[in-house]
């Protein structure tokens, strides 16, 4: 999964908001690509449920 360089400076600025500490890009990029994979992985069982519910 590949975010933009636009959402990459809003996580940095995000995460020096929270914690008071810079990230690099490196860093900013690893950080917002695991995070959005544990999003994934938390919302993605009730996803399904969603699409079985759905009539045909």
Known sequence: MSLSD?????????WKQEYGTE???TEAREFSERFLGLVQLVIEPELHQIEKRKPP
Do not use: A, P
């Open 6 to 14: 636009t959402s990459i400076g809003s996580f940095r600025e995000l």
């Open 23 to 25: 990230l690099t890009d």
